[in-house]
């Protein structure tokens, strides 16, 4: 099966920093100085919209010769696009030589509106399974894949430089199952047999925060039922 789909949304919440000049700050009460005012949340009145198409394929092959008909497959593919527009602040600064320091020039400030993607919204999902059966026996390989996705939205004038992203994965997991009687199966299940981790990058993949690595798990049990 094949499918698109597309969601409009408005509120979505994001943050915003900018100087309150000390003007704007003496008229609501605060001390004769420039303010900072660092990540405000904030929700965005335009609209923001994600787009993309779904693939899904499920089949046996049955009708292949033995031992050929003991095979099934599972595939469910993902891909998203997303945008929205966030509010962000331009300013200019120089140098004051009589308060000797730089300051900002709040005559020329201004906010403005860009396009972004939407943080934490992975761009692909994909997940596959690979079975086989015969008589009591049962074996699936399957595996799990994570695009890449946004940790931050850049603040006013940063660079790409900035940008975070959580890394993409792919994992791999078995389970096998055996009858032994009518009502009792033996089962054995590996999850993430490859040890993928979860990484998180910032700018380029060689410059990384993080690595967590958790390992793989093992399960080994009998299954009745009653």
């Known amino acids: 099966s094949f499918g698109v789909f597309s969601k409009q949304f408005t509120n979505y919440i994001s943050s915003v920093s900018y100087t309150i000049p000390a003007w704007d700050a003496i008229k609501m009460g605060l001390s004769n100085n420039a303010w900072e005012v660092r990540g405000m949340p904030m929700n965005l009145p335009d609209k923001g919209y994600v ?35 966030a509010e962000k602040w331009w300013h200019e600064e120089y140098y004051d030589p009589v308060k000797r320091q ?34 009591g026996f049962s074996l699936r390989i399957s595996s799990q894949y994570q695009g890449t996705d946004l940790i931050n939205t850049l603040n006013n004038m940063e660079t790409e430089v900035s940008q975070r992203y959580n890394h993409d994965w792919l994992r791999w997991d078995l389970a096998l199952s055996q009858r032994i009687i009518k009502n009792m199966k033996l089962r054995f299940n590996i999850a993430n047999f490859t040890n993928v981790g979860e990484k998180n990058y910032i700018y380029q993949e060689k410059y990384w925060l993080n690595d967590n690595r958790y390992g793989a798990v093992y399960q080994l049990g009998f299954e009745y039922n009653f």
């Not at 198409?53 to 595939?75: A, H, M, R, S, V």
């Open 51 to 85: 787009k993309g198409f779904e693939i899904d394929l499920q089949t046996n092959f049955k009708y292949l010769p033995f031992p050929l008909n003991g095979f099934l497959l599972n595939f469910n593919m993902t891909q998203l696009n997303s945008k929205t527009y």
């Open 102 to 135: 730089v300051v900002i020039n709040f005559q020329t400030d201004y906010f403005y509106k860009e396009e972004v993607q939407l943080t934490s919204q992975i761009d692909m999902v994909m997940n596959s399974t690979l079975g086989y059966e015969y008589k």
